[in-house]
T-cell receptor, first 114, second 118 residues
Framework: AQSVTQLDSQVPVFEEAPVELRCNYS??????LFWYVQYPNQGLQLLLK??????LVKGINGFEAEFNKSQTSFHLRKPSVHISDTAEYFCAVREIQGAQKLVFGQGTRLTINP | DTAVSQTPKYLVTQMGNDKSIKCEQN?????MYWYKQDSKKFLKIMFSYNNKELIINETVPNRFSPKSPDKAHLNLHINSLELGDSAVYFC?????????????????FGPGTRLTVL
């Protein structure tokens, strides 16, 4: 079974500041890794994914994440945030060779202050 | 031309009632899912159907019965609603058939249905 832990439930930052949202996972099998964003009263949108290859992956809206296998982490970063980045962010994993279900972390609420 | 749509968007009902949530996808996908997001924003899969066949059932009470009349639809029927059923329910879809085992196919999510049980 897999589990995902997002270490911060809320992260407030000022506009144009950098941000890092932390994600650690646990799995006995190889997994794919994802970050999803949920804007207020909307569904989930895929930000980026790690499937294989380069451990640094770039996504939409200027976000990137780095896969660290030894630390079982997949932290999300953005060098300069905007008010429009205010949203809930979810880290998720999925078995590579198994059921297609996504296992999500608890979410991190990112609030951008002017 | 929404890819994954759900109806209704909001549903308020009394305990003990039976209700249904509908989901439709126009992406031509063969696999559909239901996820539940509780009041603490925690998301967990409930069911998955592939070509109208149930493939994932995550220890959900049998008051919840998914029904897939065709590949493009996966409805969720809930009997004898309880207070703890209050949540946002998300439908999703992906294309899994005909691909190599272990390959990745993105899941596309609907906008969610907020269910409130009074």
């Amino acid at each position: 079974a897999q589990s995902v832990t997002q270490l911060d439930s809320q992260v407030p930052v000022f506009e144009e500041a950098p941000v890092e949202l932390r994600c650690n996972y646990s799995s006995s099998v190889s997994v794919y890794l994802f970050w999803y964003v949920q804007y207020p009263n909307q569904g989930l949108q895929l930000l980026l994914k790690y499937l294989s290859g380069s451990t640094l992956v770039k996504g939409i809206n200027g976000f990137e994440a780095e896969f660290n296998k030894s630390q079982t982490s997949f932290h999300l970063r953005k060098p300069s945030v905007h008010i429009s980045d205010t949203a809930e962010y979810f880290c998720a994993v999925r078995e590579i060779q198994g059921a297609q279900k996504l296992v999500f972390g608890q979410g991190t609420r990112l609030t951008i202050n002017p | 031309d929404t890819a994954v749509s759900q109806t209704p968007k909001y549903l308020v009902t009394q305990m003990g009632n039976d209700k249904s949530i509908k989901c439709e996808q126009n992406l031509g996908h063969d696999t559909m899912y239901w996820y539940k997001q509780d009041s603490k924003k925690f998301l967990k899969i409930m069911f998955s159907y592939n070509n109208k066949e149930l493939i994932i059932n995550e220890t959900v009470p049998n008051r919840f019965s998914p029904k897939s009349p065709d590949k493009a639809h996966l409805n969720l029927h809930i009997n004898s609603l309880e207070l703890g059923d209050s949540a946002v329910y998300f439908c999703a879809s992906s294309q899994e058939g005909g691909t190599l085992l272990g390959s990745y196919n993105e899941q596309f999510f609907g906008p969610g249905t907020r269910l409130t049980v009074l």
